[in-house]
């Protein structure tokens, strides 16, 4: 069955420092992947997606994420942490034909100033 | 655009009432989802339309449950007897394809709180 696995529950990073949410995904046929960003008391934003193409993907806010087939990755860095960065960021992949939205159970990102 | 748009964004209830949620989509798009979120469990997708036909509510926990979208620009989710393990924030969003290939935009969310 398809699943999506993000490792970390939390993180806390520094303001400045550089970010890398993982995320691992299980499924048979071509992906979309997707990251997508939760701030407090507000619905989810898309950050990024991927189907085909490059393998690293550019999005809004400054963020990037790398497909890895190899490793069933799709982690999403971005190389300097701003404090409004601080969200629940959640990893999804499309399955079930592509009529289903499959998404991780999310990392809360603290940024300490 | 206005977005999605959920109402009520907050609703206290006491158990066994009847809940109802609305959401009206982005206008264009074909796709709406309702979702919940709590801290246990994460975000659920509970059911999803296109074009206004229910396609997958394996989501929807029980048949206290029930969905509806009777027209392009419109639909409820109600919750009939509500109890307290409903408690969550129900969001909708709307896409303007398939659930798994296309972006999906959130409204805000309605926070439910069942006593």
């Known amino acids: 069955a398809q699943s999506v696995t993000q490792p970390d529950i939390h993180i806390t990073v520094s303001e400045g420092a550089s970010l890398e949410l993982r995320c691992n995904y299980s499924?048979?046929?071509?992906?979309?992947l997707f990251w997508y960003v939760q701030s407090p008391g507000q619905g989810l934003q898309l950050l990024l997606k991927y189907f085909s193409g490059d393998t690293l993907v550019q999005g809004i806010k400054g963020f990037e994420a790398e497909f890895k087939r190899s490793q069933s990755s799709f982690n999403l860095r971005k190389p300097s942490v701003h404090w409004s960065d601080a969200a629940e960021y959640f990893c999804a992949v499309g399955s079930g034909g592509y009529n289903k939205l499959i998404f991780g159970a999310g990392t809360r990102l603290a940024v300490h100033p | 655009d206005a977005g999605v748009i959920q109402s009520p964004r907050h609703e206290v209830t006491e158990m066994g009432q009847e809940v109802t949620l609305r959401c009206k989509p982005i206008s264009g798009h074909n796709s709406l989802f309702w979702y919940r979120q709590t801290m246990m469990r994460g975000l659920e997708l509970l059911i999803y339309f296109n074009n206004n036909v229910p396609i997958d509510d394996s989501g929807m926990p029980e048949d206290r449950f029930s969905a509806k979208m009777p027209n392009a620009s419109f639909s409820t989710l109600k919750i009939q007897p509500s109890e307290p393990r409903d408690s969550a924030v129900y969001f909708c969003?709307?896409?303007?394809?398939?659930?798994?290939?296309?972006?999906?935009?959130f409204g805000p969310g309605t926070r439910l709180t069942v006593l």
């Open positions: 969003a709307s896409s303007l394809g398939l659930a798994g290939t296309h972006e999906q935009f």
């Open positions: 499924y048979g046929a071509t992906p979309y």
